[in-house]
């Protein structure tokens, strides 16, 4: 896997791209993670598909900027759109999980045209969001004192670590070194001392403030209009939505919902049984073989870098 950075409108945005041949698709990350979320499917659909996994704006090793920025789906699309002139795709696969989907979504209602398919897997969408750990951290934003923000933040380390351990429906599959990769981004702890995140322990942690005050703006700016208020109509690539059967995060039943809403593309609905609110965590093998299926279903064989064959998923 290689990372590499582009400027786009002013900003510094990070990726990782895996895979030479086949479809691009872009895979597009939710809360409160960032491009290494896509790791696990990213591996295994790279020898068929040319990958690329990014950090949006205010995550990740992407810039955090605190003004001058409007914080929207819409923007997320736009950057979206310029990042594939930067790669020189006119066209990609777009695929995206909670924030990301609803990102995945808009893009492809703004951007039919450039839209080669679309994946939302457990996606904000409609009214089922924000989830409240999320408007939580929204309202510290609006402490502008970054000494008084952090000691309002000092308990994120262990929220986020309980908050992961719930989103997951076999909280052991989420090991303490992907704990760990969660956590890096807003604080920096101390293993040697005995600093546990797994354990929710920041008792030798260091609270980043980059890091977090992007989150925050990010959770501040959150408006369920974008999602609500969403053309979905205008979504015309064949889609596929895929939900965790134990999301307690976000409905499951919700993926009929949003079903109804795509009136002019052929939607596939896929459950994802025994996964929670990441299947891409979880079920890494169940949710690339669903990607690579749904590709050849409507872009054939020839769309793979070789032809799949089977054996990521036991049968």
């Known amino acids: 896997m290689i990372s590499e950075f582009a400027e786009v409108k002013g900003h510094r945005l990070h990726y990782v791209r895996d895979g030479e041949a086949g479809l691009p698709i872009f895979l597009i990350h939710g809360v409160p993670s960032a491009s290494f979320r896509w790791r696990p499917v990213?591996?295994?659909?790279?020898?068929?598909?040319?990958?690329?996994?990014?950090?949006i704006i205010g995550m990740g090793k992407s810039d955090k900027p605190r003004a001058g920025w409007d914080y929207t789906f819409e923007n997320d699309a736009h950057m979206m759109a310029e990042l594939m002139d930067h790669w020189g795709h006119e066209k990609m696969v777009i695929c995206g999980d909670d924030w990301g989907g609803g990102i995945a979504l808009t893009f492809a209602a703004l951007y039919p045209e450039r839209t080669e398919l679309l994946i939302a897997i457990d996606p904000v969408c409609l009214d089922i969001w924000p989830v409240p750990e999320v408007e939580a951290?929204?309202?510290?934003?609006?402490?502008?004192?970054?000494?008084?923000?952090l000691a309002a933040m000092s308990d994120l380390p262990a929220k986020m670590a309980q908050t992961l351990r719930t989103m997951i429906y076999k909280p052991w599959k989420l090991t303490a070194l992907d704990q760990r990769e969660y956590m890096e981004p807003y604080q920096t702890v101390d293993y040697a001392l005995g600093g546990s995140q797994m354990l929710?322990?920041?008792?030798?942690?260091?609270?980043?403030?980059?890091?977090?005050?992007?989150?925050a703006a990010r959770a501040a700016s959150m408006n369920t209009s974008w999602t609500i208020d969403l053309d979905y109509s205008q979504i015309t690539a064949p889609t596929m939505i895929m939900w965790g059967a134990r999301?307690?995060?976000?409905?499951?039943?919700?993926?009929?919902?949003?079903?109804?809403?795509?009136?002019?593309?052929p939607v596939r609905v896929q459950l994802v049984e025994e996964a929670g609110h990441l299947p891409g965590v979880e079920r890494p093998e169940f949710v690339a073989e669903s990607i690579l299926d749904f590709v050849t279903e409507h872009r054939t064989l020839g769309a793979l870098a070789q032809p799949y064959l089977g054996g990521l998923v036991d049968e």
């Open 247 to 265: 999301d307690i995060f976000l409905d499951p039943k919700a993926r009929f919902r949003l079903k109804n809403e795509i009136v002019n593309a």
């Open 42 to 55: 990213q591996e295994l659909i790279s020898p068929y598909l040319n990958t690329y996994a990014y950090d």
């Open 200 to 215: 929710g322990n920041n008792a030798y942690a260091t609270l980043k403030l980059d890091g977090i005050r992007g989150l």
């Open 137 to 149: 951290v929204g309202r510290a934003h609006f402490i502008e004192d970054d000494e008084e923000f």
